[in-house]
């Protein structure tokens, strides 16, 4: 595009110049400046729609919302530093992950710089007060995810997050159920768990802790609790981290892992009706309906009844007894659990390949070794990568269509979607487990349709360079 003072082949650069100038005064002027405690914060676009399926709220709507819970909202991310997740186009798009802080930005917005297990490192934003929050809505930031550390120490987190993810088919019924197990344990082990609806599907339950021990023995902690909830409720729970071995509600003990992140209280979700992550009282979740609570209710409930965790920093807690019940696993033969993909392989792990993909063995264990239990291999299939979850669920259905066959079979947890992290975005992929289907009907692995995965090439680039990320 031509700069202003330059002439274009037709004579008509000046002119389109002039027109470029009274487009951006028009967007300047249907801009909405708000003065928040003596803060001015620009809400750009005010009108756009965010939510229009069923719920319809424009960006100014989201952020008179945020406004409205800011006391409850900033109780959990106030100087922590935070991922900004944006939705730039709506609620109804794809968001795009935006570790470092937006430049240029206001000078009253503190920022921290944090190192990655990649080896990199980013100056994140700090949100403090009700003006921040704002700001960081205006960006398109629907949802708040926040690092588990505060600003002033951040290799050590104050906050143990338990987060139930229930697979396919699960009853919400049973996520309540996995809940109260999880309370049941917190509060054996001397802690006092915060539970909130996940504003999906899930619950989480966080506790607060003494910032003492580091993101890795945090997680341990996290592994253990998650293992126990298991033994006690082996029907309902499981702390398998490949899909194909779980059953009912998974304890995500990686979400303890250093660099992720969960959305926090208050937060919107991408969901047609605009529902939050609401946070509860332990009487509220045997009878709660995460659908009760949405951006049109949750003001209501904030007003008249306060924040069900103002009480929350007042309650940390120490991991002693959680780390004893780790060190029981250890000592039974029970070693580490996979991480994430992007961590550094650790000692004691167990093997980092989903059983579909593990190779058998040729030999028996390496001497010294510790005996491994053989894992049943599970027939996967993938039928679709796509950055459109839409698009890849269309592909997911002309696969059935192919072959009916074998998706008569097929049980609903047989169906794997994935939400993938890229660097900086999300993609799904999904697989079909053809455990239910006879041999003889199951389809073999076709290429994928849609098979877009847009980390392929970055991921060929990274072995040819011969570089992995580390933690």
Known sequence: ?????????????????????????????????????GREVRVTHPTKLYFSRQARLTKLDLVR??????????????DRPIVL?????????????????????????????????????????????AAGLAWIVNLGCIE?????????????????????????????????????????????????????????RGIHVNVRIAPRWTFTEV?????????????RAPALATSKWWKEERHGVFLDYNQNAKDR?????????????ARVSAPLTWDEVPDCEPGDFTVATMPERFASRGDPHAGMDAEVGLLDGLLELAARDEASGLGD?????????????????????????????????????????????????SPDKAAALEGLERWKARHPEAAAHLAVDDVLVDSMRGRSSTWTRVRVNLRHVPEAQRPPQETPEPDDDPTREWRAHARAEGWTRRR
Do not use: C
């Open 1 to 37: 595009m031509p700069s202003d003072d330059e002439a274009t082949a037709d004579g008509r650069g000046p002119e389109r110049a002039r027109a470029r100038k009274v487009k951006a005064k028009a967007a300047d002027e249907a801009a909405e400046i708000l003065n928040i405690d």
């Open 144 to 200: 708040l995810h926040p690092h588990p550390v505060r600003a002033g120490d951040l290799d050590h987190p104050d906050e143990l997050r338990v987060d139930l993810d229930p697979g396919p088919g699960v009853a919400w019924g049973d996520v309540r159920k996995v809940a109260l197990e999880v309370n049941a344990l917190l509060g054996e082990m001397g802690l006092r768990g915060w539970p909130k609806t996940s504003g999906s």
């Open 85 to 129: 997740k944006r939705f730039v186009n709506g609620a109804e798009a794809e968001p795009f992950y935006q570790k470092r802080a937006p430049d240029p930005r206001p000078d009253w917005l503190r920022t921290v710089t944090l190192s990655f297990p990649s080896g990199r490192v980013a100056e994140e934003v700090v949100v403090d007060d």
């Open 261 to 273: 992140t969960t959305s926090s209280a208050y937060s919107v979700r991408p969901l047609p009706d």
């Open 65 to 78: 919302y945020y406004l409205a819970v800011a006391p409850g909202a900033l109780q959990g991310i106030r």
């Open 337 to 385: 659990a996979p991480w994430p993909p992007h961590f550094r392989k650790v000692e004691g792990e167990a093997p980092r390949v989903a059983p579909s993909r593990a190779r058998r063995s040729a030999g028996g264990a390496e001497a010294g070794s510790r005996p491994r239990t053989a894992r049943a291999r599970m027939p996967l299939v993938v039928v679709a990568n």
């Open 219 to 231: 997680r341990r902690a996290a592994l253990a609790l998650s293992r126990e909830i298991e033994r």
